[in-house]
């Protein structure tokens, strides 16, 4: 089984940063994509970013831009640097984990908000 653990979200105004971490139990070389779904109240869960085990990524229009995904393999941890915040990315961020032999996995969610 493999357990994420999600840190780094809070309170900043717009035009603010800040950075989400996700820490996986097992080795990420294991896991074939990591990536950053939200969630705000009224809306559906959407993906944010993606980032798979040759490093390719992929964003979500509204982020494209300000957003970035990486990885660190020897800490088996995923990032999420959010820059140039607004409003509307508001919402809880959840790590995401999928591996073709062991499964899919959720992080607990860290909440994001932005001020105006």
């Known amino acids: 089984q493999v357990q994420l653990v999600e840190s780094g979200g809070g309170l900043v105004q717009a035009g603010g940063s800040l950075r989400l971490s996700c820490a996986a139990s097992?080795?990420?070389?294991?896991?074939?994509?990591m990536g950053w779904y939200r969630q705000a109240p009224g809306k559906q869960r959407e993906l944010v970013a993606v980032?798979?085990?040759?490093?390719?990524?992929n964003y979500a229009e509204s982020v494209k831009g300000r957003f970035t995904i990486s990885r660190d393999n020897a800490k088996n941890t995923v990032y999420l640097q959010m820059n140039s915040l607004k409003p509307e990315d508001t919402a809880v961020y959840y790590c995401?984990?999928?591996?073709?032999?062991?499964?899919?996995?959720w992080g607990q969610g860290t909440q994001v908000s932005v001020s105006s």
């Open positions: 995401n984990a999928d591996s073709h032999y062991l499964g899919n996995y």
């Open positions: 097992i080795s990420i070389f294991r896991i074939n994509a």
């Open positions: 980032i798979d085990s040759s490093g390719s990524t």
